[in-house]
Every structure is written in C-alpha cells, then in structure tokens.
C-alpha cells in the first residue's frame, strides 16, 4: 500500500521556486521521508532526506510540517535541467533492506 | 555522482536465452540491489544483497537470480528470459541497509528487450 500521495504532474516557470507537496498521514515516529528524482531515461537520483526537521542541501530545501503528515520539497530556482519524476518515500530506520518504495511520483516540467 | 556502472546498457535477445547484467561499483558500499522498471509499475525490488555471497528475494524475483562473489560486482541473471522480463533495470547501492543514513544511489539502467 502506498504510504505517501502526491500529485500526478505540476508545471513550474524556470528561476521560480517550485514548491512539491507530499501527503504521508500515516507516517510513523520511526520513519523518514526522502526524495529522489528521475530525470528520463537515468536512474533515480537521491535529492534529501529529513526525520522531523526541515533540511537543505545544495539541491533542494525539504519542510516537514509538525505533525510530520506532510512535506513539501523545493527546488529554490527551477531550471529546464530539473524536469524530471519527483519521488516521495516513507522509510523507517528498521525497515527491511531495499524496500523503498517508489510510487508515481510527480511530473515536474520547467518551461522557459 | 556515485561510482556505480552497468554492462551492458543495452541488449537485445530472444526468448529462451541467458542473459546476465553486471552491476560495479566503486564506493566500497556494503548494500547491493536490483530494481526493474515498467510502465505502470514504477520501480520494484528484484534481488538484493547484504553482503559478499549474502543475498535474498525482493518482490518480483520469480525467473532471476542473482550472485555476488565480490563488494564491488552483483550480477542479475536471466536463467532463461522470456518476453515478460523486457524492461529497464537499475542497480542501486547504499552504505547501510537500515537506518538514517541508507540513500541508495543508482546506477545508469539497461534496456533489456526479450523478442
């Protein structure tokens, strides 16, 4: 079952902030978020991961919302190069090797 | 980006042959995995690894094998391939298999076609 519910596609203007949401209401207190994404025909990319606090790195910022049922990822100045797949996944730190589960994803496109 | 390659990255066969699809890496990383990858069913769990010569099923594993003789090699085999099994697969790999810090990283995918 999926844990984690996003939508299908988004268009987003290149040098604009684009804001993904991911929707995780069953998340439980051992379990992470991460995102990945899959520009086309490459395999998934690792992008960011955070527990309960919001994250950033050189790709992308993650917000986790209090009660941790949401998060939103955001690609602070889009570029055409970050169209891609957008994956959001729940893990927890026990959770049996390899099983990340990568649902549909969001189609994120940036136009000129 | 992580040192993960694939051979071959493209390969045509028929229905009825072996195939074996190599995975190496570069990183020393511990944890070792196979996905496939279909229109409609996203990414999913072929076989992984733990360890040299440790291995187990992920959630399609009917009709592959698997082996790891070495960290840095994990082949993905195709005993006999059927038109079923034509698809992108991806390797991936992760320092840890559990915990905080287990981001798997993939390699580049092959495109398998089975006539």
């Known amino acids: 079952d999926a844990k984690t519910t996003q939508p299908p596609s988004m268009d987003c203007a290149e040098g604009r902030a684009a804001n993904l949401p991911c929707n995780h209401s069953?998340?439980?207190?051992?379990?992470?978020v991460y995102w990945y994404r899959q520009i086309h025909s490459q395999g998934p990319q690792y992008i960011i991961h955070?527990?309960?606090n919001n994250e950033t790195n050189e790709m992308a910022s993650l917000i986790i919302t209090e009660d941790r049922k949401s998060s939103t990822l955001i690609l602070p100045h889009a570029t055409l190069r970050d169209t891609a797949v957008y994956y959001c996944?729940?893990?927890?730190?026990?959770?049996?090797?390899?099983?990340?589960?990568f649902g549909a994803g969001t189609q994120v496109v940036v136009t000129p | 980006d992580a040192g993960i390659t694939q051979s071959p990255r493209h390969k045509v066969t028929e229905t009825g042959t072996p195939v074996t699809l190599r995975c190496h890496q570069t990183?020393?990383?511990?944890?070792m995995y196979w996905y496939r990858q279909d229109p409609g069913h996203g990414l999913r769990l072929i076989h992984y690894?733990?360890?040299?010569?440790?291995?187990d099923k992920g959630e399609v594993s009917d009709g592959y094998s698997v082996s790891r003789s070495k960290t840095e090699d994990f082949l993905l085999t195709l005993e006999s391939a059927t038109s079923s099994q034509t698809s992108v697969y991806f390797c991936?790999?992760?320092?840890?298999?559990?915990?905080?810090?287990?981001?798997?990283?993939f390699g580049p995918g092959t495109r398998l076609t089975v006539l």
């Open positions: 069953t998340i439980s207190g051992n379990e992470y």
């Open positions: 690894s733990y360890g040299v010569k440790d291995t």
């Open positions: 991936a790999i992760s320092e840890s298999g559990a915990g905080a810090y287990n981001e798997q990283f």
């Open positions: 955070g527990l309960k």
């Open positions: 996944i729940v893990r927890g730190t026990t959770d049996s090797w390899g099983k990340f589960q």
């Open positions: 990183e020393n990383h511990r944890y």
